[in-house]
T-cell receptor, first 117, second 112 residues
Framework: EPEVTQTPSHQVTQMGQEVILRCVPI?????FYWYRQILGQKVEFLVS????????KSEIFDDQFSVERPDGSNFTLKIRSTKLEDSAMYFC???????????????FGPGTRLTVL | AQTVTQSQPEMSVQEAETVTLSCTYD???????LFWYKQPPSRQMILVIR??????QNATENRFSVNFQKAAKSFSLKISDSQLGDAAMYFC?????????FGQGTELSVKP
């Protein structure tokens, strides 16, 4: 069964450094998402992406964040200058459609644990 | 804005017994979808079950079923014949179009 993959599984970085988290969505999916989960807290939406454009973003997704689909398979989340509070699990998800029916399920990757020191 | 609330931070169930996890939500929309996701210690997000708001019939998926009360904006998850592998964090989620909105989660432990 096709699945969403994410690399790396764990990233440790120094405060102020740039990080790029990578995702490979399911191949025939067109809608892509990033979520984050601070340890012990709920999963929060960051951004959705379709047709090489951001569809929606949350208040968390400020100018320090950017997303890109550099080629036909990868979907990346860049944090330009990491802060301590960026430490979290980052999940990528993809779906075939934007969610006009329940079967347009968002499939999640295994996550990247980001630790900012 | 839509919100999702899970009022039970932790629940416990004996193996082979039944447990119900609660979820309430708030929305002004009439067309939406509700989900339960399971997050085991690996922290992978796994879809357990989904429900369309326009359907009156409660969704079932093997040992998992929901009690969807649209007027009360309630969406509980019932796990029957609980197994040790059911131990995980369970998140209720809402979606109209696009993003998922999650509740705070319920940590379920299963006692042998």
């Amino acid at each position: 069964e096709p699945e969403v993959t994410q690399t790396p599984s764990h990233q440790v970085t120094q405060m102020g450094q740039e990080v790029i988290l990578r995702c490979v969505p399911i191949s025939n999916h067109l809608y892509f998402y990033w979520y984050r989960q601070i340890l012990g807290q709920k999963v929060e939406f960051l951004v959705s992406f379709y047709n090489n454009e951001i569809s929606e973003k949350s208040e968390i997704f400020d100018d320090q964040f950017s997303v890109e689909r550099p080629d036909g398979s990868n979907f990346t989340l860049k944090i330009r200058s990491t802060k301590l509070e960026d430490s979290a699990m980052y999940f990528c998800a993809s779906s075939k459609n934007p969610g006009t029916s329940a079967t347009d399920t968002q499939y999640f990757g295994p996550g990247t644990r980001l630790t900012v020191l | 804005a839509q919100t999702v609330t899970q009022s039970q931070p932790e629940m416990s169930v004996q193996e082979a017994e039944t447990v119900t996890l609660s979820c309430t939500y708030d929305t002004s929309e009439s067309d939406y979808y509700l989900f339960w996701y399971k997050q085991p210690p690996s922290r992978q997000m796994i879809l357990v079950i989904r429900q369309e708001a326009y359907k009156q019939q409660n969704a079932t998926e093997n040992r998992f079923s929901v009690n969807f009360q649209k007027a009360a904006k309630s969406f509980s998850l019932k796990i029957s014949d609980s197994q040790l592998g059911d131990a995980a964090m369970y998140f209720c989620a809402y979606r109209s179009v696009g993003k998922l909105i999650f509740g705070q989660g319920t940590e379920l432990s299963v006692k042998p």
